[in-house]
């Protein structure tokens, strides 16, 4: 069994080397935690024996650990702007060892290294089965579900969209295109900041389990990002218009509500 006060003991010795100062540190090392609680409260949720959910929370409080060398390195977390931040997280943590600092047994490496690599990847590796399949899918509702959150905080959006002016860029043609095929938007095709507004609408349309997706709903994260957002640009507000509407309606569908 995962020793979870080792875990978070170790980990906060880890975060300690990073500066809490910097926004968008501070950002992250809260959203994992809260990450931790969302994807321990899925695996409970679903039945799991207290070991996968042991798990689960130590995935999500790991899942980012590969943020705070990104944005120390390159000052920003976009990917496509740096590094993919799920491949740099299990660099440092499995080839540089230093996942041995936080779980002493081997047997949950492979599950661990496999949701890390692919909880920000446009999809899950096909090939993935059983707890690794599993777990993968946890990790990436419960990530998705608190950048969501995050996205709804007025004193936070210019952090998360990695710009102060987003609202006054273009959603480009090629990432509305994406979203209309109903797909998480794979972020290499992101050209604006703008365009991450509607990377993360997309995220609605790749949920594994529906009660986190009701959840979402019910707090109305998508309608106070949209009350919150408008932009300069009026052929971008009408794409962000229809995507709004677009994934509403797929929420409704997909959780059987009716109007």
Known sequence: MIDIQRVTLNLKKY???????DKQIKLKVNHIYRVANLSKKLASSLGLEEEDIILAEVIGLLHDIGRFEQIKRYHTFIDKDSVDHGELGCQ???EEGLIREFIEDDKYDRVIRNAIINHNRPEISSNLKGNNLFHSRI????DKT???YLSTLED???TVYGSSKFQKEKISKSVYDDFLKYRKIDYRHIETSADVVLCHLAYIFDYNFDNLLKYIYDEKYL???YELINFDDGNSQLRFNNCFSITNDYMK???K???
């Open 15 to 21: 975060l300690d080397n990073f500066d809490i100062n």
């Open 253 to 255: 569908r997909k959780l």
């Open 139 to 142: 990790i990436r509702d419960a």
């Open 223 to 225: 309608d106070k990002i």
């Open 156 to 158: 936070q959006v210019n």
């Open 146 to 148: 608190d950048i969501l």
């Open 92 to 94: 440092i943590l499995f």
């Open 257 to 259: 509500i009716k109007n």
